[in-house]
T-cell receptor, first 114, second 112 residues
Framework: EAGVTQFPSHSVIEKGQTVTLRCDPI?????LYWYRRVMGKEIKFLLH????????ESGMPNNRFLAERTGGTYSTLKVQPAELEDSGVYFC????????????FGQGTRLTVV | SQKIEQNSEALNIQEGKTATLTCNYT??????LQWYRQDPGRGPVFLLL?????KEKRKERLKVTFDTTLKQSLFHITASQPADSATYLC???????????FGAGTRLTVKP
């Protein structure tokens, strides 16, 4: 069974540019989460999809971040325009519908804004 | 404000000893708590889940306890090995939604 995959694994962009991160969850997992870890800090929640609906996006830092999950399959996280403080590792995770289920993480996308 | 605190940034122990990591939380009503392992350059990997009404869970050399009165979970690795060296994260899932929130993690180093 394929795990959670994220693309790209690394991205270096200039301030002001746009970057789109992609996450392919495990097939059949309705729940999809985005997290971010910046320089030595804890993994911070960004948002949570249940199928194609945003369950909670309270962790999104500002309106430069836009997440979508069309059709309830893969998800994209777009940062536009990118700022220096957006640098960090972005993780995606997925889990099955029911409560009390483990989340499976991708390897992360390391984003560097210069 | 809501906080999840893990006892220390780093913990060094000798091979064969028991490692004990702590996760404390405030202003949460967790439905359950999970522990993850993270190696450098990788995503977190699920280890154990313990529900609010459970006191203890075991899996091979791992043991987790959950005390909702103290608002604390303890994570034990018995007979530790150098291969256990990694960062260990606790994550809480509250009753009001099923969004996981993480502690900052504890970096465990097991020395041979």
């Amino acid at each position: 069974e394929a795990g959670v995959t994220q693309f790209p694994s690394h991205s270096v962009i200039e301030k002001g540019q746009t970057v789109t991160l992609r996450c392919d969850p495990i097939s059949g997992h309705d729940n999809l989460y985005w997290y971010r870890r910046v320089m030595g800090k804890e993994i911070k929640f960004l948002l949570h999809f249940v199928k194609e609906s945003k369950q909670d996006e309270s962790g999104m830092p500002n309106n430069r971040f836009l997440a979508e999950r069309t059709g309830g399959t893969y998800s994209t996280l777009k940062v536009q325009p990118a700022e220096l403080e957006d640098s960090g590792v972005y993780f995606c995770a997925s889990s099955q519908t029911s409560w009390f289920s483990a989340a499976f993480f991708g390897q992360g996308t390391r984003l560097t804004v210069v | 404000s809501q906080k999840i605190e893990q006892n220390s940034e780093a913990l060094n122990i000798q091979e064969g000893k028991t490692a004990t990591l702590t996760c404390n939380y405030t202003n949460y009503s967790p439905a359950y708590l999970q522990w993850y392992r993270q190696d450098p350059g990788r995503g977190p990997v699920f280890l154990l889940l313990i529900r609010e009404n459970e006191k203890e869970k075991r899996k091979e050399r791992l043991k987790v306890t959950f005390d909702t009165t103290l608002k604390q979970s303890l994570f034990h690795i018995t007979a530790s090995q150098p291969a256990d060296s990694a960062t260990y994260l606790c994550a809480l899932v509250p009753y009001n939604n099923n969004d996981m929130r993480f502690g900052a993690g504890t970096r465990l180093t097991v020395k041979p």
